[in-house]
């Protein structure tokens, strides 16, 4: 792979990292990374190999798939199981455990369960099969909820009635909240999430540095911009500064997308409250559709089970994602909870924080020690 | 990872977390465990599931010392002291025909490939045809012209065959089995355990053409792209590798789990530690972008007509260039070097500077979805 692009120049990225040492100097500080595709990045090219100790990443809740609770798995098979329903979603979300069995068992016991890569391949997949109900499972942050909104919106304006959503989607500033509340949380900082901000914009993180004193950078995907982002936490830091920037300059604007926030508001409305893997209930942090869309909500259409299922014992998927503990330091991890035999959901998605440690981190300080000679 | 835990700075730490890892590779190298109740996807994907299903059902009831490798080509060593590699494969490619080939060209080669990966010369191949009634017969003339084209170019002869017809919905078109058997010529000996710390790892050219192709011929996706199947026989370019190189250590094709799969086969076969580099992988653009798109890793999807080669450091050159001057071979690199340490684990030097852990793939690349 020859990357000539500027985001991801080995040159650049030395520079950058020469940079967070002198900066950091011989502290030592915890910045968590909000969103499961920075923690992708991190992973993928190596940047807690190239970092120095005295700076260390801690992967927060920002994986879609990793948040959502083994009951609404458990909902969303049922529903896949219903006589008739084409089951559609995410291919991340088809091996995330529920209480006893996951969407791909399902599959292979008869349920038609189909991986789509965005709604609207579900809404096709309903336009082609008009005898049959299609549900897709909807599930990720800010990011992913408008096209889930403009495919309710084309179905409405289509006519479209075999199709249905059934809605997990989340919102980022609630968890933030909550994860800021923890006692036993001690972070020096965060990396903002970039995508969630191409919609919502900068402006919803200003209770960060206001009511907790941390300072937050919103950054971008690519692992130069990871390296910026952790500088501009670091020169906060150093000038005693404590705000909301914005590295991500190139896609974030500061008040977000305002036709995607409109689009948001005419579709969902927030739910009293919602149930995070991990984290337990937090208030008014998840979507609902609103009634106008009732037509469309799976959860109305048909009878789903809707029962909690608490998580098990042995899984610290919470520790995790709040930061209190490292993938490795969880009893199970690598042992009872791997990719194959996933117990927690950070173990399942690629974005998890434990699956990317256990896939790609597991020899890093080891490997940073071997010898190699350039290629 | 540089240090866990909450308070910072205290020495121990890491040495914990590396006894944590120690655990962790231990258990790692269990034998695959098969704990679900029905066959899945995942089974059949070439990663941990595949190999849990393969050693626990298939090596558990068949055990001989021919199968118990698990190399795609079985060698077999003739009383009269002739080595045969013999060789089987089934095809049920969705779409059957993409850019660049068809199921009938992927049934030729990729049996064909998997003999030349014991350094034969494959000469005879039989195929089996599973057909779902209703299949239209045009079509099944086309993909046999197609076979008997890649038969040709591969220079075997099929031999025999058998036919099966099933009841519409039992199958899924057309399914296709073939089985292959080749020569091996004497003094060519290629084995995963003679492979040793120094030896380089070279690739006969872009990876990945094959699985992207047909991910977009599915049209599933809604992106289209420049790329066709890499669908090849790898004979002639084999037999130029080891002319040039006559030390090569080890061959093989990576097609389903791409290099990353092959890579921790031979890692594991062969008790050694594979460093591979990122920037000078061989990946074509288009091939590039649409695996950033669909949020997989190029070094797992799969190749028809590329192979894996591990050579002496001192044949390296010899290598390269024998497999550049083959047309199969003209994007041939270098992409990685043999260790010892660590037994067993794949890394890359990633383009940007730092290291990951390539491991074997879980299940079915599943596309992220932000």
Redesign the interface.
Known sequence: ???VDEY?D?AA??ATVAQIEALAGDR?L?FMEVC??HT?TI??????????????LIHGPGC??CVIPMGRVDDGITLAEQPGVIFTS???M??VPGSNRNL??A???GADVR????PL?ALRIARDNPDRQVVFFA???E??APSTAVTLLKARAAGIANFSVFCNHVTIVPPLKAILESP?L?LDGFLGPG?VSTVIGNRPYRFVPAEYGKPLVTAGFE??DILQSIVMLLRQIRDGRCEVENQYTRAVKDQGNLRALQILGEVFEVRPHFEWRGLGFISQSALKLREEFADWDAELRFSVPGVRVADPKACQCGEVLKG???P??CKV???AC????PIGTCMV???GACAA????????????R?P??A? | ??????E??DGHR?SR??I??D???A?RRRR?RL??D?????HGAGG??SA?LVENVFLEAFRNETLEPLGDAALLALASGERLAFSTDSFVVKPRHFPGGSVGHLAVHGTVNDVAMLGARPAWLTAAFVIEEGFAIAELREIAADMAEAAAGAGVAIVSGDTKVVDKGAADGLYITTAGIGVIPAGVALDARSVRAGDKVLVSGRLGDHGVAVMLARG???ITGDVASDTAPLGGLVADLLAAAPATRWLRDPTRGGVATVCNELARAAEV?I?L?????P?AKAV?GACEI??ID?LYVANEGKLVAVVPADQEEAALAALRAHPLGADAA????V?A??PG?V?I?????????V?ML???P?????
């Open positions: 792979m020859r990357f991801r080995p990225a030395r030592h915890k499961g595709g992708h992973y993928k090219h190596g940047i807690e190999t190239l970092l120095p100790d005295s700076v260390e879609p798939v995410f291919g991340d088809m091996r791909l068992d599959k292979a016991r991986m789509v890569y965005s391949d599930i990720g942050f990011t992913t036993d001690r995508h692992p130069l209190v503990i490292k490795w330091e991890f690598g042992t791997t990719p194959e035999t998605s690629s974005e440690y256990y896939n790609y981190g597991r020899f890093n300080t080891k490997a940073a071997i190699v000679t290629g | 990872m540089s240090q866990g835990g909450d910072g700075g890491p977390e590396d944590v890892r655990r962790i590779e258990f695959p704990l679900d029905t066959v899945n996807l995942a941990k599931a849990a599933e996706l809604g530690h460093v580099h990122e920037a000078d992988l990946v590039n669909l949020g190029p270098v992409i990685g070097e260790h340490e660590p684990v890394i030097r990633t383009g940007f500077g730092g290291t990951r852990i491991d879980v299940g079915d599943l596309p992220r979805i932000c």
